[in-house]
Antibody
């Protein structure tokens, strides 16, 4: 079955750029049935959808992060990526990559990657 | 953004109980309501979409209901593996937003 796996540095210095990749295995990413997205969860807080990307490269970003956020996708290599610039301690969280169907329902989650800004 | 609230923030229950969790949206979200289960240190698991539809593999003791702005998740015959946090989420308007969660404690 389809699986998602996050990867990237666990520690980022303030004001630097954090980057995460999500590798998709078990099926092709070229389907037009899904978006691919990122959800984060600061410790003890609620989940927060950061953004999503379609295979065409079309994106939707959370407005509060839009100026610092970029997402990309490479279906030939079966991964999509997140870059967040000028990070602060408020960006410390567990970041999950997710699969989102066209209606907006999240049906698949990665195991999560903890990123600490310090 | 659409604001999501959940109540209670936590509850205590026993194996075999039936529990009801409530979720409220700040505006009508139609049928664009999902529920997720999360255990400590683990990724969330998708339980229900479109108010009442179970994702594959989710036991039938989970039931979602509601409409408009008020929704409930009912877990019947609570099992040991059901003790976890539960989050609702609206996906009518981007950015899709989550509630603060309800923790179901033993």
């Amino acid at each position: 079955q389809v699986q998602l796996q996050e990867s990237g540095p666990g520690l980022v210095q303030p004001s630097q750029t954090m980057s995460l990749n999500c590798t998709v295995s078990g099926d092709s990413m070229t389907t037009t049935s899904f978006y691919w997205g990122w959800v984060r969860q600061p410790a003890g807080q609620r989940l927060e959808l950061i953004g999503r990307i379609f295979i065409t490269g079309s994106t939707n970003y959370r407005p509060s992060l839009k100026s610092r956020l970029s997402m990309s996708i490479d279906t030939s290599k079966s991964y999509f990526s997140l870059k967040l610039t000028s990070v602060t301690v408020a960006d410390t969280a567990v970041y999950y990559c997710v699969r989102v169907n066209l209606v907006g329902d999240i049906d698949l989650w990665g195991q999560g990657a903890r990123v600490t800004v310090s | 953004d659409i604001q999501m609230t959940q109540s209670p923030s936590s509850l205590s229950a026993s194996v075999g109980d039936r529990v009801t969790l409530t979720c409220r949206a700040s505006q009508d979200i139609g049928y664009y309501l999902a529920w997720f289960q999360q255990k400590p240190g683990k990724a969330p698991k998708s339980l229900i979409f479109a108010i009442s539809n179970l994702h594959p593999g989710v036991p039938s003791r989970f039931r979602g209901s509601g409409s408009g702005t008020d929704f409930t998740l009912t877990i019947s015959n609570l099992q040991p593996e059901d003790f976890a946090s539960y989050y609702c989420q609206q996906y009518q308007n981007f950015p899709f937003t989550f509630g603060p969660g309800t923790r179901v404690n033993l």
